[in-house]
Each structure stands twice: as C-alpha cells, then as structure tokens.
C-alpha cells in the first residue's frame, strides 16, 4: 500500500503532498525531495527514447530501509522489515508523481504500480479541467482527496 | 456551429469536454468581473434568458414539434425534446403539484458540471443558472410566463440535480417584454 503520493509541479515545487503516518510529514517531504533528483535523473538519462515511446512511468527509482529506523524510533511500533520503495511517474508536461510504497509483506507487481499511477493521472487531469482550479496552484480538492485516500487504503 | 449547412433534423456532434470546459471558464470569468456571487447568478441568468429567446426558434424549427395542450406536455417536450437535442440528457420529470403548474426535472449527470468543484468562497454560486435563463426565456416566447431555479444541485452535495419549474401565466399579446 501506498504510504505517500506527492504531486511535483514542472519546476520542482510540491503541487499534492499527503502521507499516511501524518506525524511524519517532514520525513515524507524529504524522502519526495531526494527522490527528484533521482526522477531528472532518470528523465535526462532516457531522453529522446521515452519521449518517443510516451512511456510516462519511470519505475522504480530507488528502495530504502530508513522508514524501519524511523518506525522503531518514534512510533514504538513492532520492528518489522519494513521496505519503502519510490516510484516516479512524469507526464509530458513535466509534471511528475511521486509514490512511496510500503511493500514489507507483499512485493507489488510492476503493473499494479503502473495502474495506480495511472489513476493518479486521470485524476489530475480531473483537477486540471475544473475551471476553479487556476494552474499552479497547490491542489485543493475533495475528489482528489478521495482517489488518494483509496489508494492508501487499498492492500495490494 | 455552422450555419451555411442548414438546419437539419440531425443532430450535430461537439465534443463534450470542450462545451464543459467553454462554460467553465464563462463561469469563472463573470466570477472574476463580479464581486459577489448573487451578481454572477443574475447575470448568468440573463445570458440564459437571451440564449432562449433565439433558441427557440431553432428548435421548433428542427424539432416540428406542434403546440401544446397543456403544461404536462410542455414538460414532456422540454425534458424528451429539448434536453436530448441540446444537451444530450433526458431528465425525468417528478413532483407535480397538485394543481398541475409545478414540476421538478432531475438531471441525474449534468454535462455542465463534469470537472466542477465549487470553491469554499463560491458557496452561494449557482452554477448552472444559465440554464434556468434558457427554459425561461424560450418558453416566455411561446407565451409562457414561468418561474425556474434550481433546488438542488450535485455541487453542493446533493445526489441530484434539481430544476424546478412554476407555470405563472400565459402571456397574452405577442409583444415581448420591454415592448409594451
């Protein structure tokens, strides 16, 4: 399951950020912020390819174990193996989504990933047409609320 | 739409994301030029108004629809008529009164509003008045005096949209208003 979805603007500036544990939020703004890089990275490495082949998902950018740390230190939680995964998508406006993914008991398959972002999309290009939603801004709305909750909910 | 082709019986197709999106910026537009939202309603419902009057000559002309014996049937050529021809959807009708001069047409997905969601500063907005502008105006054409405005709508949290109609008069001579 998804533990945080973030919308990143064409220039870098968070558009959506919303993680699950809320008490964690700035680790959740970092861990998205280091995660650019590795999106620019990956978007400048592909190049001319990707734009080619519209092939907006960029897979998995780069798994990491902090969040175990973190879990033990503040949450007291029980200490599980717990694995985060991130995983970029970018449209053809530059726009890219981030998606951080808990996948300490089940490994997420690569087309269910690819589906959710997917929905994502969709669902950002909703937020686009509504004509109150000037572009830029930071989005504010309860149907996108909604969809992202659903994914943080849904057990995959 | 074109004009040179001729007004046939068949329907011409639009695209219609780029109608909701064309009445979305209207929308936000009057928003911008308006202070407040009661403004934006009247004037949206003026826009409506001036649509109808022009509008119904289009649509006897395309329809052959004859003239109505009673406000049931009226009801019944703007919910299965005229809503199909410009909108696409077919409301149904429900509520008369008991006198047979107020019905409610619910519209169960309204094109207008496919991506809206009303800001939180834009409460008392109605935002699809332009079509209660149009029943208005059309039918006061037909020598028809009515009453409609909108009881409930999908964009302030209710299941359904509701427009509620109120027959007032028939109008008498053939002047239109501002004439006599």
Known sequence: M????????????????????????LKFHYTVHTSLDVVDEKISAMGKAMVDQRELYLGLLYPTEDYKVYLCNIAASPCSHTFLHRYGYVTNSKVKFVMVVDSSNTALRDNEIRSMFRKLHNSYTDIMCNPFYNPGDRIHSRAFDNMVNSMMMQVC | ????????????????????????????????????????????????????????????????????????????????????????????????????????????????????????????????????????????????AVDVKFVQDTLKGDSVTEIRMKFIRRIEDNLPAGEE
């Open chain 2, 1 to 144: 739409m074109s004009r040179q082709a001729g007004r046939g019986t068949e329907s011409k197709k639009m695209n219609s994301e780029l109608f909701t999106l064309t009445y979305g910026a209207l929308v936000t537009q009057l928003c911008k030029d308006y202070e407040n939202d009661e403004d934006v309603n009247k004037q949206l419902d003026k826009m409506g108004y001036n649509i109808g009057v022009r509008l119904i000559e289009d649509f006897l002309a395309r329809s052959n629809v004859g003239r109505c014996h009673d406000f049931r049937e009226t009801a019944d050529v703007i919910a299965k008529i005229a809503f199909k021809m410009y909108l696409g959807i077919t409301p149904s009708i429900t509520n008369w009164s008991p006198g047979g001069d107020e019905f409610s047409l619910i519209l169960e997905n309204n094109p207008l509003v496919d991506f809206v969601e009303l800001p939180d500063n834009h409460s008392s907005l109605i935002y699809s008045n332009l079509l209660c502008g149009v029943l208005r105006g059309a039918l006061e054409m037909v020598q028809m």
């Open chain 1, 2 to 25: 998804a533990v945080c979805i973030a919308v990143i603007a064409k220039e870098n500036y968070p558009l959506y950020i919303r993680s699950v544990p809320t008490e964690n939020e």
